[in-house]
């Protein structure tokens, strides 16, 4: 399994900036993919928020990015609204090959998962 660590939320006003950081470690973080999912106050379910693809409602102001020498995934978050309130997951899944993110869109086809961190935006 990968073993996921979040850090980096907090709170912050309208069009304030946040970066989200994930360690994975593991013996199988090498050859998993990874992506950002988050689950807004209320909701049941967890949407993904960027992998292979964005969100469209976080498109172009947030940006995926991981440094496999620091066994880190980032994600930027640029010119924040309230809407983008939520617990921000970490979530890996394994595939066999090196890609850095993941193409599956939904949750249940990740295996490994963060504590979260949560991001609040005030308006």
């Known amino acids: 399994q990968v073993h996921l660590v979040e850090s980096g939320g907090g709170s912050v006003q309208t069009g304030g900036s946040l970066r989200l950081s994930c360690v994975a470690t593991g013996y199988r973080a090498t050859h998993s993919c990874m992506g950002w999912f988050r689950q807004a106050p209320g909701d049941d379910g967890r949407e993904l928020v960027a992998?292979?693809y964005y969100a469209d409602s976080v498109e172009g102001r947030f940006t995926i990015s991981r440094n496999r020498a620091e066994n880190t995934m980032y994600l930027q978050m640029d010119s924040l609204k309230p809407e983008d309130t939520g617990m921000y997951y970490c979530a890996a899944a394994f595939v066999g090959d090196v890609y850095d993110f993941c193409t599956f869109r939904r949750s249940f086809e990740y295996t490994s998962w963060g504590q979260g961190t949560q991001v609040t935006v005030s308006a």
């Open positions: 992998a292979a």
